[in-house]
């Protein structure tokens, strides 16, 4: 996800406004921002998936580690722990890579429609 996100947006960026104002048709443009309409859809529900396997990640980890921290040390559990610890950490990576791509397409988005009107 985060590979096709970032070819999308180098796409949509070298798109400038400039450029589809001069050499677009008006119904070339609409079909551009349809399309980036559909993309922005698509990776906000992508977003929306993300953010819920996140909490789901970050409350099994604080889980544990209260589990860990007042009710028993054992080995099973910290190995989870430590499990969870190293799926979290690349996770909040990914999630926040998504989230920043998105808001990239939000400003790309408000800046064509503004200026193509």
Known sequence: MKRRLKSYLSHVESLTTQRL????????????????????????????????????VV?????????????SVSLPIMVVHGLLFVLLVPYVAHYFTLENGVQKLYRIYDTWNESLK
């Open 59 to 71: 409350f099994l980890f604080v889980g544990v580690s209260l589990y860990v921290t007042f009710a």
């Open 21 to 56: 104002s001069d050499t677009c048709t008006q119904e070339q443009r609409d079909a551009q921002m349809r399309d980036l309409l559909i993309q922005i859809h698509f990776f906000q529900h992508e977003r929306l998936i993300h953010l819920l396997v996140l909490l789901a």
